[in-house]
């Protein structure tokens, strides 16, 4: 996904700078700005993600929660 995601940015980036290509030299820059900074947003966010490890915490919660739904169908009743 990060991929993806720097891709999209580098279209942006190229949207952007288009403009002594293209006629409508003002519509195009203002969607290059655009998508660049959506994607560079959503980079952020995968980025600081990633360090916080939420998915990492979250495998151990549900491993934790599977464990413990086990150790309660097995006991005596």
Same mark, same amino acid.
Do not use: N
């Given at each position: 996904?990060l *991929?993806?995601v !720097?891709?999209?940015?580098l279209? &942006?980036?190229? %949207?952007?700078?288009a403009? $002594?290509?293209?006629k409508?030299q003002d %519509? !195009? @820059?203002? +969607?290059?700005v *655009?998508?660049s900074?959506? $994607?560079l &947003?959503? !980079?952020?966010r995968?980025y $600081?993600? $990633? @360090?916080?490890g939420?998915?990492e915490?979250?495998?151990?919660k549900?491993?934790?929660?599977?464990?413990?739904q086990? &150790?309660e +169908? *097995? &006991?005596?009743?």
């Open positions: 996904m *991929v993806w !720097i891709l999209i940015f279209i &942006g980036l190229l %949207l952007s700078l403009d $002594s290509f293209l409508e %519509l !195009i @820059r203002l +969607t290059g *655009v998508v900074l959506i $994607s &947003g959503i !980079i952020v995968m $600081s993600l $990633s @360090r916080r939420e998915k915490k979250l495998l151990k549900i491993k934790e929660m599977e464990e413990k086990a &150790g +169908t *097995v &006991g005596p009743k």
